[in-house]
Nanobody
């Protein structure tokens, strides 16, 4: 499986963006898809996750109520709808696939290439 993230860009504070993560290849029903983000000099940070076979989601406290993760199984795509964006949301966002319901990056084995989100104040 390969993952291709897209949808990043420059947006003003308070604005919205939707990130997409398209997967090529088969995704097993037991998989978990996650979004992480990283800024220079910092560790990759968990943002959100969703199970591939049911609507079970989990969010970092910093994005809860503003971001929504969803998936389209037919399109093999995971989305991250980001609303009420803040300058501190500025980061490179990565999608990833794992087999555990986990917020730890080390539990995810397949990663997309990252897409840059910049939120201006």
């Amino acid at each position: 499986v390969q993952l291709q993230a897209s949808g990043g860009g420059l947006v003003q504070a308070g604005g919205s963006l939707r990130l997409s993560c398209a997967a090529s290849g088969r995704i097993f029903s037991s998989s978990v898809m996650g979004w992480f983000r990283q800024t220079p000099g910092k560790e990759r940070e968990f943002v959100a996750l969703i199970r591939w076979n049911r609507d079970s989601t989990y969010y970092a406290d910093s994005v809860k109520g503003r971001f929504t993760i969803s998936r389209d199984n037919r399109l093999n795509t995971v989305y991250l709808q980001m609303n009420s964006l803040k300058p501190e949301d500025t980061a490179v966002y990565y999608c990833a696939k794992g087999s555990q319901y986990s917020t730890q990056q080390y539990d995810y084995r397949v990663w997309g290439q990252g897409t840059l989100v910049t939120v201006s104040s």
